[in-house]
DNA sequence: GTAATACTTAGCGTTAACGCTAAGTCAAGA
DNA sequence: TCTTGACTTAGCGTTAACGCTAAGTATTAC
């Protein structure tokens, strides 16, 4: 049972030297290993990189993460904590979102502009 | 009329040191420049400068944003081809936005549990 | 005329998040 | 047993997109 690191790769798209940089960093804490030293993820630890990716790929730097991460690891005294840090960290994905968007709206639009520009452009050449 | 680097930079938002880096690597061509060699801005200068932020808060890299450039500057026989390109990058963005509001949700789910869990807490710890 | 701003070249520095390598050791599934 | 994969330390390399500095010159608004 549990993932070796190459499996938790191929689940995860993250290649084995970032997990090992991820857990080095304390992004993932309570790996578990066999014996000799190999290390076995559990079910619990992929759901908990999902969490780390979500993270990471909505703007947060890995220092970041490791607060959000640290504050996991005192117990539940820090739940309120972590959730405000979560909300903020929310806020500050739907700024992203409304700006994407008008970026969005914008590359629409010079499309259209494009668009009609060649149609002009076609017709005039047409002839 | 015209402004001055210093004017674009507060408009833009972008340093003086990034226009004359976006200039010099071929993002911003025709900017006029007095006899003295200062550059004056014009409005549709900000205008583009407006497109090409677009494009790069979008994740569009400096080099790619070049070949766009380039095709602008080769006149209408380009403009299907500037068309096309605009098309693919409309839906990288479509992807990105995708991916953030999964993100989005999880984050929301994450919010919720913990909410819940501070308020089984609270309960325990309350008596 | 003078202070404030702009110009150039050029080249080194920075940050984030890894990638890659090497050397040497160890583990484990078939 | 043997091959395949995993482990460690440690340290250098990489990419993107600038930042910053210095030195020395020129311009311009007031």
């Known amino acids: 049972m549990g993932y070796t690191i190459k499996d938790l790769s191929e689940r995860t798209n993250l290649s084995p030297n970032t997990l090992r940089y991820y857990e080095k ?13 190999i290390r076995h993820y559990s079910q619990e630890n992929l759901e908990w990189i999902g969490l780390i990716t979500c993270l990471k790929n909505t703007g947060m730097t890995i220092k970041q ?55 002009q452009y076609m017709e005039e050449e047409g002839n």
Not at 29 to 36: A, E, F, Q, S, V
Not at 92 to 119: A, F, G, P, S
């Open 25 to 37: 960093e304390g992004l993932l804490p309570d790996i578990k290993r066999t014996k000799g030293g």
């Open 65 to 119: 993460i490791r607060q959000f991460v640290d504050l996991s690891l005192q117990g539940p005294e820090t739940l309120k904590a972590r959730c405000e840090l979560l909300k903020t960290h929310k806020q500050e994905i739907e700024r992203h979102i409304e700006e994407i968007n008008r970026y969005y709206d914008k590359v629409n639009c010079k499309i259209d502009y494009y668009t009609k520009q060649y149609e």
